[in-house]
């Protein structure tokens, strides 16, 4: 049944003041998390000594890119799908740089940032205002980055791979269904 001009100005209306709220709550989700993210290096120097210093810098890179990808134009991403595009890349960029310390991390400290990465995960299945889908695959690509770092540890042990999956999975589910 086609629409009136009416019904297609409302949708219209509708999908710039959704763009709009969640460009507004991304802002702001990232000014606090970019804030915790950064704190956490109080835990890497206790967790992971010998990775803290470079697990800062890790940090620090994700807080610039996670900005960049904030503070885009709006232009340039001018529609509702792109203020999801814009929160599946922030999200993104948090869950690749705990990826990363996690395929570093020594062992005693795996479930921890398993757990971080966990949460990164969580997050992205249940903050944003966005269709299912788009949830899913945040999280299915967050995970994802978390398994292949895992399977490329050196020392990695059955139960950390095994842990890691129960617990992503458990949190990744709880949040996106």
Sequence with gaps: MPETVEQEESQRAFE???????????????????????????????AAPGQARRFLLWRGIAVVVATVIVFLPDKMVPSVSGSWARMFAWFC???VTVA??????????TLL?????SVIGF???????W??????????FIGS?????????????????LEGAFVY?????GGTF
């Design 93 to 95: 960029t948090w869950g």
């Design 100 to 109: 990363l310390m996690l395929g570093v991390v020594p062992g005693g400290a």
């Design 16 to 46: 710039r003041e959704l763009e709009r709220r969640n460009n507004t709550a991304l802002r702001w989700a990232h000014l606090a998390f970019s804030i915790i993210f950064l704190s956490w290096w109080i835990l890497d120097a206790y």
């Design 123 to 129: 997050g992205a299945a249940v903050l944003p205002f």
């Design 145 to 161: 980055a978390g398994a292949i770092a895992m399977a490329f540890r050196p020392e990695r042990t059955f139960l950390e791979m």
């Design 169 to 173: 999975v458990t949190v990744a589910a």
């Design 131 to 140: 269709p299912s889908r788009w949830a899913v695959a945040s999280t299915l």
């Design 113 to 117: 940032y398993i757990t971080g990465l």
